[in-house]
């Protein structure tokens, strides 16, 4: 047979067609599973993206609970006796911190009429100006509510950082000890 020959050329024509159609029929074959698979690929995304995002709410629930147990056992208002209040500092004292240490120490001396709050200052690792202005805050606002405040536990570090300010001391009630402190608010209020 030779090339010129119709009914030979006719026939690998027909193979030639027939295995182009195979080909595209596989091509399509293909493209519809890879479709499909991204489809599929794309539904997987989808649902990971979702229980993502309800991970990330779970989480910040999580911590906004964690940041409010943490606030309050950050600032314990106790009372040791009928309207006595004692409130020890431990760790350090942000203005966070101590805006909440105010607000516990005032909404407490409100709710429970308190006559006296100590403020035990002898868990505080390094005493400094904010907190020395905090104690002085607390005093003034304690004393508009009627109340007293006596400051315990004070260290050399934290004197230093009192008389730094150079305000009138001589509104600060003070006690060497949470138990002297004690018994000062106890005598006070009788």
């Not at 596989?26 to 995304?45: C, F, H, N, T, W």
């Amino acid at each position: 047979m030779t090339t010129n020959d119709p009914p030979a050329q006719d026939d690998e024509l027909r193979q030639l067609r027939e295995q182009l159609a195979r080909c595209e029929e596989q091509l399509a074959s293909e493209r519809r599973e890879s479709v499909q698979k991204l489809r599929e690929l794309q539904a997987a995304l989808d649902a990971m993206h979702e229980r993502l995002g309800e991970e990330r709410q779970l989480y910040e629930e999580l911590m906004r609970m964690q940041d409010a147990a943490m606030a309050e056992l950050s600032t314990p208002l106790i009372p040791v006796a009928d309207r006595v209040l004692v409130l020890p500092l431990i760790g350090a004292i942000d203005d966070a911190r101590a805006q909440r240490v105010l607000e516990t120490v005032l909404s407490g001396v409100s709710a429970q009429r308190a006559r006296c709050v100590i403020i035990d200052v002898s868990g505080i690792p390094r005493f400094h100006a904010t907190n020395a202005k905090l104690l002085f805050r607390l005093s003034r606002s304690v004393h508009l509510l009627g109340a007293e405040m006596i400051i315990t536990g004070l260290s050399a570090a934290a004197a230093q950082a009192l008389v730094g300010l150079k305000l009138d001391l001589r509104e600060l009630t003070t006690r060497s000890e949470l138990r002297t402190g004690v018994e000062l608010a106890m005598r006070q209020s009788r």
